[in-house]
């Protein structure tokens, strides 16, 4: 018996039985969180840009330079090198 009532306390404590949102207040909480957002200013969004910016290209850089060392390796280990 008392695993029935855990079962039931569980449902209650995830509220399934208190039905389904409608559209309307759905869209009136969304609206509300999103007031509640802090928003960038446009210097702040420019520096963002640019942090962004840098980061990807160095990761970029980084990937690149890897790829062509590894390819190379890989180049360099099935071709072997023939020095006769």
Same mark, same amino acid.
């Given at each position: 018996m008392a695993d029935g009532n855990a079962v039931q306390d569980r449902r209650d404590s !995830?509220?399934?039985? !208190?039905?389904? $949102?409608? /559209?309307?207040?759905?869209?009136? =909480? @969304? @609206?509300?969180?999103? !007031?509640?957002?802090?928003? /960038? $200013?446009? =210097?702040?969004?420019? $520096?963002y840009f640019?942090?962004?910016?840098?980061?990807?290209i160095t990761v970029m850089l980084l990937v690149s330079v890897l790829d062509l060392a590894f390819g190379k390796l890989v180049f360099e280990i099935f071709t072997g090198s023939n020095t006769q």
């Open positions: !995830r509220g399934d039985d !208190r039905g389904r $949102t409608s /559209p309307a207040t759905f869209l009136r =909480q @969304v @609206v509300a969180e999103l !007031r509640k957002v802090v928003w /960038p $200013t446009q =210097q702040q969004l420019i $520096t640019f942090v962004v910016l840098v980061f990807v």
